[in-house]
Every structure is written in C-alpha cells, then in structure tokens.
C-alpha cells in the first residue's frame, strides 16, 4: 500500500447536489493530483495542488474545485453533481523534485451520481 | 482526451505465458509510466522509463520505449492468475511550474487463466 488514504469509500449523492472528497498525502510528500476515471476508462487529470495553491489543471469545469491544507492533505469538492459525474476518484501525492515526480495513488472514492 | 492508446484492449492468455501490451501517444514526453489496477481500486506504480531511456527491466516486466515512434510496450512474462488486472502506460508532462500531470491511456484488460 502506497500510505494514501480517502475517504469516504462510496457515497451517492443525486444529481444538483453537492460532495467533498477528501484525500491523505504520503507522508513527505506536498503535492496532491486528482484523477477522474470512468468506467472502462482510464484516469483523466483534474487538477494539481502544490504548497496550498492549484498547480495546473486539466479540462474540468470550474465547479470542480480543490483545496490543499498545511499538512498537505486535500479536498475535492464538486458542485451541481451531473449523472456523468459518476466516477471513481483518484488522489495521488508526490513530491515535485526534478523531472522526475512519481505519484503514489490511493485507492480512490466510488461516486455514484442519480 | 487521453494521451496515450492500449492495444489491445482486452487480453486473455494461460498461466505461464507472456503477455504483450502496447502504448502509442502523442506528444513529447519526460516520462512514461506503466500502472496495474485491479478491479476498480487504485493504481499501482509497476515501472517508470525516461524519455532517454530504450528499455527497463523490474522482476517479470519489461519495458521498451521508442519515441521515434511515439510507442511504449510492457511484457510481463511466466504469467500468474494474480496478475489479472487492467494495466495502464502514462505520460508524465512537465507544466510550467515544475508540476506534473500524468496523461493516461484507456488501458488493456489481462486476464489470465489457470
């Protein structure tokens, strides 16, 4: 296991809702990414989050939006939920050294949207 | 969009045999990745190649890079049950702010019987 945690597990929520997704960074790492995998799919970028600012964000509309805390742990929130919403969610944290910056994952949040 | 393509799509060999997956994509990259995911759980790292480098080799895995051809391939050999999983190859693009985002392909589906 990779030391990242999430949570919670599962959630269900209906559609114009809003969710927070929560993610615990590897201990020494500063960095957290969110990844957005469909089913069948691979995981696609949301977005990156460095010393508590974003750090570059793939294509998501803006009510996808991010936190990151002092202990480098972070939140995904999402709001007005969509059916394609529906996903598994992935956090992985790294630390940014070099070109080269591996990312461990945790083992993500099952979203279902109604 | 997705970076990179798995081909195939679905894989299903003997225990014992080779399994041979292959990765295109499209732009520069400083890396490439290979992940492995079991059903709906998150990713685990398997190897990491440079963009300098033309192959890798970590226990049963070997992986091969050609960026002339823009094509990555990873060959697990003496194949087990347990290595059943969908495996995954991104490329790690460095954002302006030193960031990295990983660009992830649709994934082969292996299964391997007994």
């Known amino acids: 296991e990779t030391g990242v945690t999430q949570s919670p597990t599962h959630l269900i929520k209906t559609r114009g809702q809003q969710v927070t997704l929560r993610c615990s960074s590897q201990s020494g790492h500063n960095t957290v990414s969110w990844y957005q995998q469909a089913l069948g799919q691979g995981p696609q970028f949301i977005f990156q989050?460095?010393?508590?600012?974003?750090?570059g964000r793939g294509n998501f509309p803006p009510r996808f939006s991010g936190l990151q805390f002092p202990n480098y742990s972070s939140e995904l929130n999402v709001n007005a939920l969509e059916l394609d919403d529906s996903a598994l969610y992935l956090c992985?944290?790294?630390?940014?050294?070099?070109?080269?910056?591996?990312?461990?994952f945790g083992p993500g949040t099952r979203l279902t949207v109604l | 969009s997705q970076q990179g393509e798995e081909d195939p799509q679905a894989l299903s060999i003997q225990e014992g045999e080779n399994a041979t997956m292959n990765c295109s994509y499209k732009?520069?990259?400083?890396?490439l990745q290979w992940y492995r995911q079991n059903s709906g759980r998150g990713l685990v790292h398997l190897i990491l190649i440079r963009s300098n480098e033309r192959e890798k080799h970590s226990g049963r895995l070997r992986v091969t890079l050609d960026t002339s051809k823009k094509s990555s391939s990873l060959l697990i050999t003496a194949s087990r049950a347990a290595d059943t999983a969908s495996y995954f190859c991104a490329t790690d693009l460095l954002m302006d702010n030193a960031g990295n985002m990983l660009t992830f392909g649709g994934g082969t589906r292996l299964m391997v019987k007994p």
């Open positions: 732009t520069s990259i400083n890396n």
């Open positions: 992985a944290s790294s630390t940014i050294i070099s070109s080269y910056n591996e990312q461990f």
């Open positions: 989050y460095y010393r508590e600012e974003e750090n």
